[in-house]
């Protein structure tokens, strides 16, 4: 949900969520080091290289939504 000011909005509903899951996905790309190491330390490789495609995917998803935020907020929309 978008912060108002007054009766107008800051941002509009599309950029705070296109925000949300760029900062939910930037987030998971972090925390896959810790579940990475952790299983380093189990010595599990399959959970490693799991674990390394799934960081991947999110990272690309974050770069996807990043430019397409980018176009919301120049354009107003896509």
Do not use: F, W
Request: charged residues 30%; contains cysteine.
């Amino acid at each position: 949900m978008a912060q108002t000011n007054g009766n107008s909005k800051v941002i509009s509903d599309l950029e705070y969520d296109l925000l949300a899951v760029l900062k939910n996905k930037s987030e998971a790309v972090q925390l896959y080091e810790t579940y990475m190491q952790d299983a380093r330390s189990a010595d599990s490789q399959p959970c490693i290289e799991l674990l390394q495609k799934l960081q991947q995917a999110d990272r690309e998803h974050a770069q996807e939504v990043r430019r397409h935020l980018q176009e919301v907020m120049q354009k107003g929309k896509m």
